[in-house]
Structures are given as C-alpha cells and as structure tokens.
C-alpha cells in the first residue's frame, strides 16, 4: 500500500474520503472546542487545527523561521493540547495541533509518513529570542512527557519539544526532479526546497543557534559503536523503524536488524512498535526448531531504540518470485508456460499451508500472513517474515495490522484470520487483484472465474477459497460458485464492460448517483489526491475530469454538477494549483467545452496574474498544459495576447530542455516527463507552422525515450525497481505523442520505438485498470493509434478482462481507484476514466483526453499542418462540443 493511502480507508467503506468523514468517529480533543479569546480565528487544513492570533496583539510572524513541534502519545494528547492551547493563547503565539485522537492516531501509524511522525503541535515563534523563551517555559510545563522522537528535528533536553528550520506559510518551488514542493527562501530571495527528510538537516545559510548547539551535539552522540554488528543495508523503513541487514564483528554471520521506535507506529490496538517488536521477539523464541521462521539471536537497546536481530534467511520473498514467474505478463502465454506457473503456484500454497499450521501448532496465529511476508528459498521451502502481530491462538483476537489485500473481515479472530489470508493467497498467487475484496467479498467469485478464465486451476481448489472468504455473504456449492462456462460478470454487477451500450449507460448511472452536490469539499469521490489543493475541482482527480468525460461520451448535462463546478470557481482559493490536469487551467478548458466561456476566461485571467511561468515542464501540473490552454484559448477567442502568452510559454519550455541527459531520477512519460513538452511544441506547430518546434518536439521525446527499455514484453519506462508500460507515467503516453509527431515527419526510429510501445500494450495482465496507470489507458492507447484496425483482437480482449476489476455501485457498473482498496469515479484513476477509455474502443464517437484527438494514419499528410490533423483539433473547439 502506497503511503497516504491509509488514513482515506476509514472514512467510508466504499471510497476514500477524508479522515473524518461519515463513517469516522467524529471526537474532538477538549482544547478544540474552547472558547477562543476576542479576535482570534482558526483554520482547518489535512488533519491541523491552526490558530492565529489577532494582527493588532500578535507579533507579525514571519514566512519562514525556527518552528516548535510537539510530540505526544496517544494518552498524553489531551494533555499537551491542552497546555499547548493556554500558553500560545496568553502570548499570541500561532500555533496548530492534530484536533481528534484518530486522526493522530492515523498521522502516527506504522506507515504514516516518516517526516510528519511525532508531530501533534506546532508553534511559530517570530524570532530566535522568542524561540529560546518558548522552548524554556513551555518544556518547563511539559517536562516528562513522552512522546515519539520526531526524525526531522533536533529535541530540546528530554521532554517532547523538538525544533527545526522550515516554512512558516506555504509558498512552493520545484525540486530537482520537477515536482511541486514546499519551499523556504533564501539570501538571493529564491525559493528552495524545504527539506523534509527524516533527518535533521540546517539550511546552509542559517547559523544553528547557540542554544540548540547542545541538542544537536546530543543527537549526533547516539551512534551503534561498541554494537558487535555492522550495517551493511538498509531494506525498508517503516514509521516504526528500519529493517537492515548486518554482519555479526564476532562470527562474519550475515544476520538482520530490525529497528523499533518508542510510542511510533502505533497499530490498530494502539501497539507502538516497541511493543510489536517484543511481540515477535516472543514468537520466534516460541517458533525455534521449526523452520518456518528466522531464529532469534540478539535484542540490542541504542539509545530508546530496540533491535531485535535474527537470522538472515536466503531466498526471494514471493512477490518477488511471482513478479519473475507470472505467465500474464506478455501477449500471448504459451500453454506449457502457463501450466507450470499453475503446478508451481499450488505447491508453494500447499508449502505455506503447511508453514502456518506449524505456526498454530505452537499456540500462535500469524495474523500478517501476505506476498511480502513469505521467503522461498532455492528448493522452494518457505518461511514466514514479520511476526510483530503475532497473537495467542488460545485468546483470539482480532487483526490489528495486516495488508489490505489480505486483511480479514472484523468477525474472524484468531486462527480463522490466517485462514482467510490463506484462502486469499489462493487467488493471488493467480489474480494479485485481492484488494478489491476490501470493497466487496463477493469480488472473490469473479476473481475465481477470471483465473479459470486463463490458468488450469481445479474449480474446486478455488472453490474453497471462495467460500472461506465470502462466508456469510455468500452461501453456494463449488459447483455454483464456478460455473463449467465463464461469465462476464460478478454477483454485484449488473452488466460486462464489453456489453456496449449497456455497459456505458450503467457506468453514467454510476457517475451520477455518486455526485454529492450537497458537500463542499468534493462532488464526485475519486482519488486522494482530491483532497489536496483545488484537487476537487480537477481534471485528473476532481469534478472538471467526470463533467468532461460526460460531455465527451454524449451524455446528458449533469446540471448540478455543472452549477457546482461554477459556484466552487467562483472565487478560487488562493493556494488552487494551476495545472492542466491538477489545477485551473484544465477546469478553464472544461468550462469552455461546457459552454461557460465567461468563467472559463475568469480563471484564465486568474492563472495569468499567477506566477504560471515558473510551473514546472511536465504536463499534469506544469508549463505543457499552460501552453496548451492558452494555445487553445487564442484559437477560440482571437485574442492575441494569449497567442503571445502561449508562445512565450513554449519558447520557456525550449530554454529548460536539458542540454544533456537528464537526471536519471526525473520523472518520464506524458503527464510527469518531458513527453508533455513534445506535445505543446506540436500543437503550437500547428498554429504556426514554426518546423523548429518540430524539432523540440523530437528532442523531447527522445529524453524520455532515453529512460525507456526493452523488456520480454515490448518497450517500456525504466523507473529503476520496476518498467511501466502504461498511459500516464509509461511508454503508452509516449507512444500516443509519437504518433501525433510521425503525422507531421517520418522517423524510422521513432517507427521502431512505437512497435515495442505497441507490444508492451497487448499484455494480457495489468494490475489496475484505470486510465492513467492501468488496462483503461493502453486501451485507449490502441483505440487512438492510426490503423487500429490491425489491433481489433486486442482491443476486444482488453474491453473483455476490463470485468476482471468490475465492481458495483448502487447496482450500477464501476471501478476501484488507485491501490483498488476504494471505488473510484474521477478521469485518471476510477469509473469516469474507463468509460472516456471503453467508449474511444466499443463506442462511434471520438472520445479521447484534452488535446489527443487520434490522429490521422502516419504519412497521410506528413508536414501538412492544415490538413487533416489540424481539422481533427478542431473538432475539438468549444463551437462544436455537443457534436
């Protein structure tokens, strides 16, 4: 599960939605609900409660200085709220803290994110001397408290009051690889990242106070000299700590290390990871002779830090071992390959099988059992990592940490929770999709008949698995469960994908009957990504990206949503990004398309008294889309200085086009590379038939190019720990930017670079199927490629395994989101995406994402930029939008 994810599970059960939503508990700290004193006011922001002075008695705080954090514990919260509240609001001091026990609970979970850990308060104090007075009355009050060691930060003395340098007010810059980040200033008056590392780190131009100089000569003295082990490598870290391996001084024995912080990563039964630690220190005491788990060596204490160290366990974990193995991965699985991926896939079940019955033979349950967690050795042994859960078989309780793939309904306790992890690692040993049953169980009976779809499994080996999972939601025989002839759907759905018209109707019904006009903050649920600055109002995450789609499949116009959108950018928040995909630009362009010129021209104007030059070069966010809008914009409106403003643009984007290879961490692909640049230089080619930016576009492409490679399974994006074939960060996004500029030039290379594009979007497996990082987007991809006809076969197969990932909505037809924990309705992530994706396949329209019209066949009318090209653009104008 990717982090950030987990704290938008609890707030509805079938779409992420923000901590403290209906579902949650909604209990606030009793310092919340105070009074405030005459003139101040609050704010509330992610999981903060902010609180700031009155201009007239406050001191003028700055943009950027020394920050005080608190830390605090679950049963202290109350306490340092409390007394954080009281002596910020006697000396008008602003401050913010975490305002409900779940949402600190959340912010310091096992996978919280590591530079926000330990952070229950902030204070802004307006200078060094304030600072100092702060840190010496206010620890004073707080003395002895505990609280988790805050990773960013240096710790004043032994209380829970922690200090580092940062922003103040959120003002933002690009970092090395282009991305959006929080920034400070500084001497030259430039803004820089402010660094957010787990690690205390000083700005080079600001000088550490001399009474702080203590605290880091404190800090820097805990160190693992005088351990008798030597860290070689670190292999994860969690908000608990770290996992490393090691090499024992004494005997040269390769052992692990895993790390656990005091009072952090706390689980569900509020365990921190302390506690998790000794509980597995136990278990494996208990487990020793086994052979199904590390043995226990050695429990080190450093500093308040614990290290449990235990043997290292050669092998591949299997996740790894399926990654390598899996069958589905290409176009066309060859029988045999496919048959001994069944062979081996049952009897690495039967051997974990076995290894957890060993593990209850010991009076133990596992209760964390998934793909990550399991060790295959050379000769296909197994054992089982990560025992911090493991709980007594003879008081059974339930899971209190566990993937969600594999997390088991709250009516299992005790054994019957590794139960269902072994019932669900039964069906993702063939289909790695059970996330999905975090949102229906009964998704299990269509996972089971997709597998028997593809592999030769016995129906009554997934039967089983089925029934142990579903029970009691679903109550049928094997031979019920998995019929002799596949379907298309699942019990939930109503209608297959590739049952079009239904399918699109049932997939509108589902957009409309999510649509929450009533809430401020989202109209349809999507993505989390939603959730942040104007994400709700996006093209990519938010209510432009479904209102689009909408319009661009002919459906009818959804008014409320319409007059939502309009209400929501009637006076855009100041902190609203400006993207194409992430922010104005791109709601400007579907207001125009909507026919709301005169808002779209507001926002227009909104984005041009902005700062938009200074966005980066990839085009979800950044300067491609600006020049896009604006390019659009001039065409519809006449308006010269648009015309300038987008020329200005990509002459911008020319100059930041590297002279040489990029940095390898820089992001590639058509919404995060330098894809985005190529396909502004190509449409303002287009405008003004300029061929030197035929050039930029060619040299764009091959930046991106560059980070790409061949693979078994066609041409894909290297990201280093895996290679992407997909639309919105893979080859497929470059691959539909190469067909656009092979309209204008030949190029044998770029032919050559499209075959194995075109390859990596005929596999028969992806683990998701949204538009922008799943089966939707390579869809869409061949739909769109000139000649498509040739690819007919997989176009329908992909429309086909499109109900691998089908679920229900109120009867209706829709999809899970990114990480498949949650449904999903928004464009790059859920149900709206998949719709724009089916009905540029299975429909009789031209459906296809802003500026991506499908381009003529290659050669039609190369170097023709009145042609059939620039037509198939203006269709594309607002004049025309309900063709």
């Not at 020329?647 to 820089?666: C, F, N, S, T, Y």
């Not at 078994?712 to 996004?733: C, F, I, K, N, Q």
């Not at 290379?749 to 939707?776: E, F, K, M, N």
């Amino acid at each position: 599960m990717e982090k950030g994810y987990e704290a938008f599970l609890l707030g509805d059960p079938y779409f992420y939605d923000r901590p403290g939503g209906p579902f949650a508990v909604d209990v606030s700290y009793a310092a919340a609900e105070r009074p405030l004193p005459q003139g101040w006011d609050t704010t509330a922001f992610g999981d903060w409660l902010a609180f700031h002075p009155p201009a007239s008695v406050g001191r003028c705080r700055p943009l950027q200085g020394w920050k005080i954090h608190v830390s605090a514990t679950l049963h202290n919260a109350e306490k340092a709220a409390s007394t954080v509240w009281t002596y910020c609001t006697e000396r008008a001091i602003a401050f913010k803290f975490v305002p409900r026990p779940h949402l600190w609970r959340l912010r310091n979970g096992k996978y919280a994110a590591r530079d926000g850990s330990g952070k229950f308060a902030t204070l802004y104090p307006a200078d060094e001397p304030q600072l100092h007075t702060v840190l010496t009355e206010l620890g004073s009050l707080l003395e002895g408290e505990p609280g988790p060691y805050i990773l960013t930060d240096l710790r004043w003395g032994d209380g829970p009051l922690y200090v580092r340098y940062g922003a103040f007010a959120p003002r933002y810059c690009l970092d090395e690889r282009g991305v959006r980040v929080p920034a400070v200033e500084n001497p030259e008056g430039t803004l820089v990242p402010d660094r957010r590392a787990p690690s205390f780190q000083l700005p080079a131009w600001v000088e550490l106070p001399t009474f702080l100089q203590p605290a880091l000569a404190a800090r820097n003295a805990v160190t693992t000299a005088g351990v008798p082990y030597r860290v070689d490598q670190a292999l994860h870290y969690s908000n608990g700590g770290g996992v490393y391996t090691a090499t024992d001084t004494r005997t040269g024995d390769k052992v692990v290390l895993k790390e656990a912080r005091p009072h952090a990563g706390l689980a569900a039964d509020g365990a921190d990871a302390v506690a998790r630690l000794e509980r597995e220190r136990n278990a494996l005491q208990r487990l020793t002779g086994l052979g199904v788990a590390p043995g226990f060596r050695d429990w080190l204490v450093v500093g308040d830090h614990r290290f449990l160290v235990m043997d290292f366990l050669p092998g591949t974990p299997l996740n790894e071992c399926l990654s390598r193995r899996y069958p589905l991965y290409g176009q066309a699985p060859a029988p045999a390959d496919v048959a001994g991926y069944t062979a081996w896939a049952m009897d690495i079940h039967q051997r974990v099988e076995r290894a957890v019955q060993a593990v209850h033979s010991r009076g133990l349950v596992f209760h964390d059992l998934h793909l990550f967690n399991i060790m295959v050795a050379d000769d296909k042994s197994v054992r089982l990592l990560d025992f911090e859960a493991a709980g007594e078989a003879a008081r059974p309780g339930r899971q209190t940490v566990a993937s969600p793939a594999f997390a088991a309904p709250p009516d299992r306790r005790g054994t019957a929770v590794d139960h269902y992890a072994l019932a669900c690692l039964r069906l993702a040993l063939f289909m790695p999709m059970t996330s999905l049953l975090a949102i229906d169980r009964t998704k299990a009976v269509g996972l089971a008949r997709a597998i028997t779809e593809v592999f030769p499994v016995p129906q009554e080996w997934l039967a089983e698995a089925v029934a142990e999972i579903a029970r009691p939601a679903v109550k049928a025989s094997a031979a019920g469960l998995l019929p002799a002839q596949p379907v298309q759907h699942d019990p939930g759905t109503t209608v297959s994908p590739a049952d079009w018209p239904l399918s699109r109707h049932s997939m509108i019904q589902a957009l409309l009957a999510s649509a929450t006009p009533q809430r401020r903050d989202r109209l349809f649920p999507g993505d989390i990504a939603q959730f942040s600055d104007g994400g709700a109002l996006s093209l990519a995450y938010g209510a432009a990206g479904v209102l689009y789609v909408l319009n661009e499949v002919g459906a009818p116009r959804h008014e409320a949503g319409e007059q939502w959108l309009l209400e929501h950018t009637a006076a855009p928040q100041p902190a609203t990004r400006l993207g194409l995909y992430d922010g104005l630009s791109g709601v400007a362009y579907v207001l125009d398309r909507l026919g709301y010129q005169d808002r779209a021209l507001e926002l227009i104007d909104h984005l041009l008294h902005a700062p938009w030059e200074q966005l980066g070069t990839d085009l979800h966010g950044g300067l491609p889309g600006i020049v896009l809008v604006l390019c659009h914009f001039a065409r519809n409106t006449g308006n010269s200085t648009l015309e300038r403003l987008a020329l200005k643009g990509v002459d911008i984007l020319a100059d930041r086009l590297p002279q040489h290879e990029p940095p390898h961490h820089r992001r590639t692909g058509l919404m995060r590379g330098l894809t985005g640049t190529a396909l502004a230089a190509l449409h303002v080619h287009e405008h003004t038939g300029d061929t030197s930016l035929l050039d930029l576009a060619r040299r764009a492409l091959a930046f991106d190019l560059d980070r790409c490679v061949s693979t078994d399974h066609g041409l894909h994006v290297d990201e280093g720990r895996r290679t992407m074939p997909y639309l919105g960060d893979g080859s497929a996004g470059i691959g539909m930017v190469i067909d656009d500029y092979l309209v204008h030039r030949e190029d044998d290379d770029l032919l050559q670079s499209r075959t194995g594009i075109l390859t990596a979007a005929r596999s028969t497996y992806y683990a998701q199927p949204g538009l922008c990082q799943g089966r939707a987007g390579l869809l869409h991809y061949l739909a769109r490629t000139p000649g498509n006809e040739r690819l007919q076969a997989d176009i329908t197969a992909h429309a086909h395994r499109m109900h691998w990932y089908a679920l229900s909505y109120q009867g209706h037809l829709a999809f899970p989101g990114h990480q498949m924990m949650r449904l999903s309705m928004d464009l790059a992530t859920g149900t709206a995406g998949v719709l724009l994706a089916l009905d540029s396949a299975l429909g009789n329209r031209l459906s296809t994402l802003p500026f991506l019209p499908p381009p003529p066949a290659h050669g039609s009318a190369p170097g023709n930029t009145t042609g059939t090209q620039a037509t198939n653009h203006l269709l594309y104008s607002p004049a025309t939008n309900r063709r």
